[in-house]
Nanobody, 124 residues
Framework: QGQLVESGGESVQAGGSLRLSCVHSGYKYSINLMAWFRQAPGKEREGVAGIFSGGGGTSYIDSVKGRFTISRDNGKNTVYLQMNSLKPEDTARYYC?????????????????WGQGTQVTVSS
């Protein structure tokens, strides 16, 4: 069973930027799809961005398009989430997900592996 470790979350002011990192290790097979999710208190976990290994295709939820960028460095076993123009509504705990079993990339039930999360807090 592999491991996912997120880092990079902190408190920032609205309009600021952060880059989250997720290092994955111990996976026997190459990871076809990795994604970032977030969960705010009292809300459901939602998919923020996903990236495929083949061709590096990406997907985003509408609320972050043009502000967030997901990327991956296979040599470093790391997936990044660059977050710009942050808004208070981006405040949440952000999770890295892997071991996608098919279906919709933004459905958290389709992933078998999760990191512990990293907290992002955006103040106005």
């Amino acid at each position: 069973q592999g491991q996912l470790v997120e880092s990079g979350g902190e408190s920032v002011q609205a309009g600021g930027s952060l880059r989250l990192s997720c290092v994955h290790s111990g996976y026997k097979y190459s990871i076809n799809l990795m994604a970032w999710f977030r969960q705010a208190p009292g809300k459901e976990r939602e998919g923020v961005a996903g990236i495929f290994s083949g061709g590096g295709g990406t997907s985003y939820i509408d609320s972050v398009k043009g502000r967030f960028t997901i990327s991956r460095d296979n040599g470093k076993n790391t997936v990044y989430l660059q977050m710009n123009s942050l808004k208070p509504e981006d405040t949440a705990r952000y999770y890295c997900a892997a071991n996608f079993v098919g279906g919709s990339w933004s459905d958290p039930s389709r992933y078998k592996s999760w990191g512990q999360g990293t907290q992002v807090t955006v103040s106005s």
